[in-house]
């Protein structure tokens, strides 16, 4: 017997009672992070750039 109905029915149910939330907030609370180190690296690199250029000037 399939169960596809089934556990798309709970699925939905879970939903609408928003019991799946947290899971919503972890993936915002991932994205973040997932901003947070590309700005790190970013600034990290220009830093890295700015040393560098500084170092063949003097």
Do not use: C, I, W
């Not at 169960?3 to 972890?26: H, I, S, W």
């Not at 994205?31 to 890295?48: C, D, F, I, P």
């Amino acid at each position: 017997m399939k169960t596809d109905v089934a556990d798309a029915y709970q699925l939905g149910e879970m939903f609408y009672k928003e019991e799946l939330e947290p899971y919503k907030k972890r993936g915002q609370y991932l994205m973040n992070l997932r901003y947070l180190t590309r700005q790190y690296e970013s600034l990290t690199g220009m830093y890295v750039q700015a040393k560098l250029h500084d170092t063949f000037l003097t």
